[in-house]
T-cell receptor, first 114, second 112 residues
Framework: DAGVTQSPTHLIKTRGQHVTLRCSPI?????VSWYQQVLGQGPQFIFQ???????GRGNFPDRFSARQFPNYSSELNVNALLLGDSALYLC?????????????FGPGTRLTVL | GNSVTQMEGPVTLSEEAFLTINCTYT??????LFWYVQYPGEGLQLLLK?????DKGSNKGFEATYRKETTSFHLEKGSVQVSDSAVYFC???????????FGTGTSLTVIP
């Protein structure tokens, strides 16, 4: 079975631009979460979606938004890009909302803002 | 609030040495605890987990015990290999939510 997939793999943008990142969860998983991982740090939670509804939001500005589609894939959108948005963006899927459920991570999208 | 504190790296060990990476946590309620590993150029992979106090998670020779009294989840391995070189992240998932909180990661390099 395919794992979590993300596209694109790498992306280079300039300040002020907009970006859309995409994620497909493991088949059967209904929950998708997004994380930002700045170089040398641990992942920071951005959003969680379950059954197409937002279930959690981290401490990120309104420039960050996301949605989940009927097939449970998800998009993360970032507007008005800043240099500080340069990071690895990770998508994770999980089968349910119980705390013992592990999250399965995709390989990430490396975003560079110039 | 919820947070995870890991020992700072980088850690460099010789092959077959004993490994300990310390992890302590602060959480509301009774979280589940996880260790994830990130090999160079790859995404995070679950290494092991424990869901209640005194549980021991184990995988690939790594072990960690959920210690509620000391709020710790230290990662250990008796004999490391070069292939264990990676960044290790301690994480928790609170009972009242599904947001993972990660530590800053500990980079391990094992030399032959």
């Amino acid at each position: 079975d395919a794992g979590v997939t993300q596209s694109p793999t790498h992306l280079i943008k300039t300040r002020g631009q907009h970006v859309t990142l995409r994620c497909s969860p493991i088949s059967g998983h209904k929950s998708v979460s997004w994380y930002q991982q700045v170089l040398g740090q641990g992942p920071q939670f951005i959003f969680q979606y379950y059954e197409k509804e937002e279930r959690g939001r981290g401490n990120f500005p309104d420039r960050f938004s996301a949605r989940q589609f009927p097939n449970y894939s998800s998009e993360l959108n970032v507007n008005a890009l800043l240099l500080g948005d340069s990071a690895l963006y990770l998508c994770a899927s999980t089968s349910g909302l119980a705390s013992y459920n592990e999250q399965f991570f995709g390989p990430g999208t490396r975003l560079t803002v110039l | 609030g919820n947070s995870v504190t890991q020992m700072e790296g980088p850690v460099t060990l010789s092959e077959e040495a004993f490994l300990t990476i310390n992890c302590t946590y602060t959480a509301t309620g009774y979280p589940s605890l996880f260790w994830y590993v990130q090999y160079p150029g790859e995404g995070l992979q679950l290494l092991l987990k424990a869901t209640k106090a005194d549980d021991k998670g184990s995988n690939k020779g790594f072990e960690a015990t959920y210690r509620k009294e000391t709020t710790s989840f230290h990662l250990e391995k008796g004999s490391v290999q070069v292939s264990d070189s990676a960044v290790y992240f301690c994480a928790l998932n609170p009972r009242d939510g599904n947001q993972f909180y990660f530590g800053t990661g500990t980079s391990l390099t094992v030399i032959p």
